[in-house]
């Protein structure tokens, strides 16, 4: 079976990845006309209508820029990303554009592909600002790839953190959902946890589904479904659907606040009722829900 068709996994451009040890590669194509150059500001990125707002080195170059980013290129125009301060610590840019939030981002496929690599790494360079071997300040290398420690010389890389998300099922094919402690009342979704040091991605499937609800699950039903960066900061999701070979429900009370075995007919009421809600519109987890469903959820509000 193919797998799922996944927003945040759809770029299109090529990350171009020999092109960053230039020297001057930012500086460069800054000076290029024909660059363009998505704006980044806290979690929104600038946009007009149903595009990413993409703009000449010019036009932008008057905002107070935080760092660029190299992105790549596609039909040899070349990508950065001009990253601005957080929303509330400088006055709104001056751009006639709107601002979209990431995570509910709906826009072609080249547009998602840049922005979501571009707030993937902004992520990371908010939180790695210091070497981890002596603590000095590190300073922005290879179009932002990269931060080297000008005291030690070390150089260190964007880090990913896999993570499993599961779509399990019965015996009578209903689904499993929960609901966070963090979460309103009605809001759903599959289950999914951390890869731990040492673990292999269908064991993380079988441990995290015990721990979390004290259910367990086949280990020869889990089956891949597909992967989509969720840069929120910083995973990669990793979705599966398993076959539990237990029903009986044990909550993990700080991880976990509710849980239930859904039919279709319950969910399809639930939502009409408005009583489940909330699943993202951008998730793997809806994706799932909806592969295990058997068409489209709609449009229930999904929080930014």
Same mark, same amino acid.
């Given at each position: 079976?193919? *797998? &799922?068709?996944?927003?945040? %996994?759809?770029?299109?451009? +090529?990350?171009? @990845? =020999?092109?960053? /040890?230039?020297?001057? #590669?930012?500086?460069?194509?800054?000076?290029?006309?024909?660059?363009?150059?998505?704006?980044?500001?806290?979690?929104?990125?600038? *946009? &007009?209508?149903?595009?990413? %707002?993409?703009?000449?080195? +010019?036009?932008? @170059? =008057?905002?107070? /820029?935080?760092?660029? #980013?190299?992105?790549?290129?596609?039909?040899?125009?070349?990508?950065?990303?001009?990253?601005?301060?957080?929303?509330?610590?400088?006055?709104?840019?001056?751009?006639?554009?709107?601002?979209?939030?990431?995570?509910?981002?709906?826009?072609?496929?080249?547009?998602?592909?840049?922005?979501?690599?571009?707030?993937?790494?902004?992520?990371?360079?908010?939180?790695?600002?210091?070497?981890?071997?002596?603590?000095?300040?590190?300073?922005?290398?290879?179009?932002?790839?990269?931060?080297?420690?000008?005291?030690?010389?070390?150089?260190?890389?964007?880090?990913?953190?896999?993570?499993?998300?599961?779509?399990?099922?019965?015996?009578?094919?209903?689904?499993?959902?929960?609901?966070?402690?963090?979460?309103?009342?009605?809001?759903?979704?599959?289950?999914?946890?951390?890869?731990?040091?040492?673990?292999?991605?269908?064991?993380?499937?079988?441990?995290?589904?015990?721990?979390?609800?004290?259910?367990?699950?086949?280990?020869?039903?889990?089956?891949?479904?597909?992967?989509?960066?969720?840069?929120?900061?910083?995973?990669?999701?990793?979705?599966?659907?398993?076959?539990?070979?237990?029903?009986?429900?044990?909550?993990?009370?700080?991880?976990?606040?509710?849980?239930?075995?859904?039919?279709?007919?319950?969910?399809?009421?639930?939502?009409?009722?408005?009583?489940?809600?909330?699943?993202?519109?951008?998730?793997?987890?809806?994706?799932?829900?909806?592969?295990?469903?058997?068409?489209?959820?709609?449009?229930?509000?999904?929080?930014?």
């Amino acid at each position: 079976m193919p *797998v &799922l068709d996944l927003p945040f %996994a759809r770029a299109t451009h +090529d990350r171009a @990845a =020999h092109r960053r /040890v230039e020297p001057r #590669l930012v500086d460069d194509l800054r000076k290029e006309p024909g660059t363009r150059v998505l704006v980044l500001r806290g979690s929104r990125v600038a *946009v &007009l209508g149903q595009r990413v %707002a993409l703009f000449a080195p +010019d036009d932008v @170059a =008057h905002l107070a /820029v935080r760092t660029h #980013l190299f992105l790549g290129e596609a039909d040899d125009v070349a990508y950065l990303a001009a990253v601005l301060p957080d929303d509330d610590s400088e006055p709104a840019p001056d751009l006639d554009v709107e601002w979209a939030a990431m995570r509910t981002l709906d826009v072609p496929d080249l547009d998602q592909g840049l922005a979501v690599e571009a707030f993937a790494l902004t992520q990371w360079h908010a939180v790695h600002t210091h070497c981890p071997r002596c603590g000095a300040q590190t300073e922005v290398a290879q179009g932002g790839w990269v931060q080297h420690c000008p005291v030690d010389d070390s150089t260190h890389f964007p880090r990913t953190d896999p993570a499993v998300i599961m779509a399990i099922t019965d015996a009578d094919d209903r689904l499993l959902l929960a609901r966070g402690p963090e979460w309103g009342p009605g809001r759903r979704s599959v289950l999914a946890g951390f890869v731990e040091p040492g673990e292999g991605l269908e064991q993380a499937v079988v441990r995290e589904t015990a721990e979390e609800v004290g259910v367990a699950v086949d280990p020869g039903s889990v089956e891949y479904r597909g992967s989509q960066s969720w840069p929120f900061p910083a995973s990669l999701m990793l979705g599966f659907r398993a076959r539990a070979t237990t029903t009986q429900l044990v909550l993990q009370e700080d991880e976990i606040a509710e849980a239930g075995w859904f039919s279709r007919e319950q969910v399809a009421t639930a939502l009409a009722d408005g009583n489940l809600s909330a699943f993202g519109l951008n998730s793997i987890g809806r994706s799932l829900i909806e592969e295990w469903f058997g068409g489209p959820l709609g449009n229930q509000p999904s929080p930014v």
